[in-house]
T-cell receptor, first 113, second 115 residues
Framework: DVKVTQSSRYLVKRTGEKVFLECVQDMDHENMFWYRQDPGLGLRLIYFSYDVKMKEKGDIPEGYSVSREKKERFSLILESASTNQTSMYLC????????????FGEGSRLTVL | AQTVTQSQPEMSVQEAETVTLSCTYDTSESDYYLFWYKQPPSRQMILVIRQEAYKQQNATENRFSVNFQKAAKSFSLKISDSQLGDAAMYFCAYLSNFGNEKLTFGTGTRLTIIP
């Protein structure tokens, strides 16, 4: 079974803390994505990576950074967490190419107090 | 930039009945893909169905089918013989075929199945 694994299903952090969300895929996909999911807003793209050490900003990159040191791993970093970053974070991956399916992890629900 | 609109935040249907979820999109491109994804409660998002814009024939996957109207930029999902396991959030998504690997998602429709 193909898999995208997110390291934490639930996290509770305090304002100002540094937060790492880890994502690993076992499908050798070139492209990896971090989305944020909020009720009524759907999925919004934070960052994506199309190759190791390569990244591009999505629609809402402010307050976030990413790291992709290995092909299978894509990390989302909140340098200084704020309460408005309380959300569900979804990692996904897909191959480059026309119409390729996006595979998702189970999500990480982050609460910032 | 492309936009995807799902105008029905919530829908409900009786078990075994048919329901249609709406999706419209805005693009100036002629070659693209459209998707419906399903997110069951507390479970990961999975692909339901995919449509290539240059194919006129509507995609079908078992009980799931789409009505793709390219000129109207409409892409609705029809679920026939609804089952309890169909209860989920459904997201419509757009993918350009011009080198941009990003999917753009709608805001989702929560589907409830009434036993």
């Amino acid at each position: 079974d193909v898999k995208v694994t997110q390291s934490s299903r639930y996290l509770v952090k305090r304002t100002g803390e540094k937060v790492f969300l880890e994502c690993v895929q076992d499908m050798d996909h070139e492209n990896m994505f971090w989305y944020r999911q909020d009720p009524g807003l759907g999925l919004r793209l934070i960052y994506f990576s199309y190759d190791v050490k390569m990244k591009e900003k999505g629609d809402i990159p402010e307050g976030y950074s990413v790291s992709r040191e290995k092909k299978e791993r894509f990390s989302l970093i909140l340098e200084s967490a704020s309460t408005n970053q309380t959300s569900m974070y979804l990692c996904a991956s897909r191959n480059t190419g026309a119409g390729g399916e996006l595979f998702f992890g189970e999500g990480s629900r982050l609460t910032v107090l | 930039a492309q936009t995807v609109t799902q105008s029905q935040p919530e829908m409900s249907v009786q078990e075994a009945e048919t329901v249609t979820l709406s999706c419209t999109y805005d693009t100036s491109e002629s070659d693209y893909y459209l998707f419906w994804y399903k997110q069951p409660p507390s479970r990961q998002m999975i692909l339901v169905i995919r449509q290539e814009a240059y194919k006129q024939q509507n995609a079908t996957e078992n009980r799931f089918s789409v009505n793709f109207q390219k000129a109207a930029k409409s892409f609705s999902l029809k679920i026939s013989d609804s089952q309890l396991g169909d209860a989920a959030m459904y997201f419509c998504a757009y993918l350009s075929n011009f080198g941009n690997e990003k999917l753009t998602f709608g805001t989702g429709t929560r589907l409830t199945i009434i036993p």
